[in-house]
């Protein structure tokens, strides 16, 4: 019995590479098809506020409809649908879920250079809001469900495709609404979304950022009582006073540092790229004697290690008085704080509250938006198919673990034990941060998106054939 099942596993794992083999694929027929789809979705509004997503979930059920996929649209709000779908591979494998979002940040329509819902092409780069969030891994998604369809492939485990509404905001109606009513519609062992990416340096590709963990945004609110009164008569117990001295003792306070197996993967590996100064430095993080030099110098010269490093506090509001000439008898104040993901809140707001060490400033925590989870590892299969197609496609470049400092859709995924990873096209490094995700001008290049498909494909054949 052992024996047979063995060898039709064989079998099977033989004849989906020898299909892959001899199923070659036509990337110039794929580009101009992911063109294609990528100005449609582009060219469909989906501004969120209010977002209007089903209008994109209905151009991508129409798209897989004619290609002979089934799908659904899910959600307690017609104008917000959810997408699913789903490619059966023969179920010896658990699921791969590929997750894109189709709302979009809005936009200020006067500074872009085009419209930023035309989807306008110069230069080789395609402009619109939502060029590289997250309308690419929508669009490089969909490609993969419509290639897998189309090669006859039956793979080792079945791949998803969500197409989640209400990203940027955490909507009730998005993708939490799948996780807490279509669980077993999305439930996998790996899910591949935004969050990660890679850089071109000099004109080739330089490194390949993968997140396997992000901060968890948490938030507390800090409330100072005192007395109130004329402000010609100042009083010790001035309400703002002690809210002042709480947020400067909150702001020079260094939290504990730590590194994860994620973060001590991403410092080894930039150590070994990077010039001998910046390599000692990073160096010293290793070596308790010297941790906490090399912490406090990134907190004033590398601020996105610091955070790396530790769960960080940054006061964002200040609210208090209403009239010059009165003393007001309450101040408050709101932190952003973005958690490391094992962090002990409760721990850790009663050591705000030590540092603070005044009676008159209440700390009140904030609510948990995403769930704390373990990293996704880096010893699991999808995470090495993502580093044997790197050095296939790119042998000149490194996969770098990260963790990411914002927030995902892939936290609730990691929250349930799914290993989620965040990826991204290449992007150059001499375009700076001016066309990325959220500015003006948002834009990827023709080159980056094309790339960027050809390596989702290795990676879920490498994965699961
Ligand atoms: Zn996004």
């Known amino acids: 019995m052992k024996m047979i099942m063995l060898t039709c596993l064989l079998l099977s794992t033989t004849s989906a590479r020898q299909i892959a ?38 151009y991508l059920r129409n798209v897989l409809t004619q290609n002979g996929i089934e799908s659904e649209l899910l959600g307690p709000n017609p104008d917000r649908l959810n997408l699913v779908a789903r490619i059966k ?16 940040v809005g936009v200020q329509r006067e ?56 990203e940027e905001g955490f909507a009730k109606e998005g993708f939490r609404y799948l996780v807490n009513h279509h669980w077993e519609k999305i439930d996998a062992e790996y899910a591949l979304g935004e969050g990660g990416g890679g850089s071109i340096k000099d004109g080739s590709p330089y490194l390949l950022a993968v997140a396997a963990t992000e901060k968890v945004g948490r938030g507390a609110e800090l409330i100072a009582r005192g007395s109130s009164g004329h402000g010609s008569m100042p009083r010790v117990d001035n309400a703002i006073t002690h809210l002042a001295r709480a947020v400067a003792r909150i702001a020079e306070w260094q939290p504990p540092m730590r590194l994860n197996e994620i973060t001590r993967a991403y410092f080894e590996r930039v150590a070994e790229i990077s010039d001998p100064e910046k390599a000692r430095r990073i160096r010293d993080l290793f070596n308790p004697a010297t941790a906490d030099n090399a912490g406090n110098y990134f907190k004033k010269h590398q601020i996105r290690y610091n955070s790396f490093l530790r769960t960080t506090i940054s006061p964002n509001m200040f609210n208090g008085g209403f009239r010059p000439n009165v003393i007001p008898s309450q101040a408050t104040a709101y932190l952003d704080i973005r958690a490391l993901p094992d962090e002990n809140m409760t721990a850790f707001y009663q050591m705000m509250r030590e540092v603070i060490d005044d009676p008159a400033v209440e700390l009140i925590p904030g609510r948990q938006m995403n769930p704390s989870s373990k990293p996704s590892g880096l010893k699991t299969d999808l995470y090495r198919s993502l580093e044997a197609v790197q050095k296939r496609l790119y042998p000149e470049a490194i996969t770098l673990p990260m963790l990411l400092t914002g927030g995902t859709d ?26 990325g995700a959220h500015a003006d001008d948002e834009r990827i290049s023709e080159k980056a998106l094309y790339g960027f498909v050809r390596y989702l494909w290795e990676v879920i054949l490498d994965l699961s054939s």
């Open 111 to 166: 500074r872009w250079r085009h419209d930023p819902f035309a989807g306008v092409i110069e230069n080789g780069y395609v402009y619109g809001r939502g060029a590289v969030d997250d309308k690419d891994n929508v669009v490089a998604n969909l490609m993969m469900v419509l290639m897998l369809k189309r090669s006859g492939l039956v793979l080792n485990r079945d791949v998803i495709f969500v197409a989640e509404s209400g």
């Open 21 to 58: 083999a001899a199923t070659p694929v036509d990337w110039s027929q794929i580009n101009k098809e992911t063109l294609f789809h990528f100005i449609n979705l582009l060219k469909i509004d989906t501004s969120n506020p209010p977002g209007n997503e089903t209008q994109a979930a209905l």
């Open 89 to 104: 591979g023969n179920g010896s494998a658990r699921p791969v879920l590929l997750l894109g979002h189709t709302d979009v």
């Open 410 to 435: 892939l936290q609730p995924l990691r929250g349930k034990g799914v290993h989620a990873y965040g990826i991204g096209p290449l992007k150059d490094m001499q375009d700076g941060e001016g066309n």
